[in-house]
Nanobody
């Protein structure tokens, strides 16, 4: 069983920044893409960003494009989500997610929750106006 642990959430004013981290227990982390999702109160979980196994390809939801940056460190088995220019509508619990099966496609990123079998416990991000 792979574990993912998020950290870095908190309370920030609109326009501020936060950096989320996701520590994983994958044995060969560089064989797996990584995804970030969020869920606001009363709303469904939504895709935020994804990064390919080698970090060469990234994908973002339109709502965060240009403000958020996803990255990874395959030596540290960790992923990151740098969030800048935060808005009150970014308030949500943020989750990192990893697939169950590795992929041979170095450029692959996944947007669907169903593509991921391992999830972290989530970290709360609150943006005040």
């Amino acid at each position: 069983q792979v574990q993912l642990v998020e950290s870095g959430g908190g309370l920030v004013q609109a326009g501020g920044s936060l950096r989320l981290s996701c520590a994983t227990s994958y044995r060969t982390f560089n064989n797996y893409p990584l995804g970030w999702f969020r869920q606001a109160p009363g709303k469904e979980r939504e895709f935020v960003a994804s990064i390919s196994r080698n970090g060469g390809t990234t994908d973002y939801a339109d709502s965060v494009k240009g403000r958020f940056t996803v990255s990874r460190d395959n030596v540290k088995n960790s992923g990151y989500l740098q969030m800048n220019s935060l808005k009150p509508e970014d308030t949500a619990v943020y989750y990192c997610a990893g697939p169950v099966y590795s992929t041979s496609a170095s450029y692959a990123t996944f947007r669907k929750s169903a593509d991921y079998g391992y999830w972290g416990q989530g970290t709360q991000v609150t943006v005040s106006s």
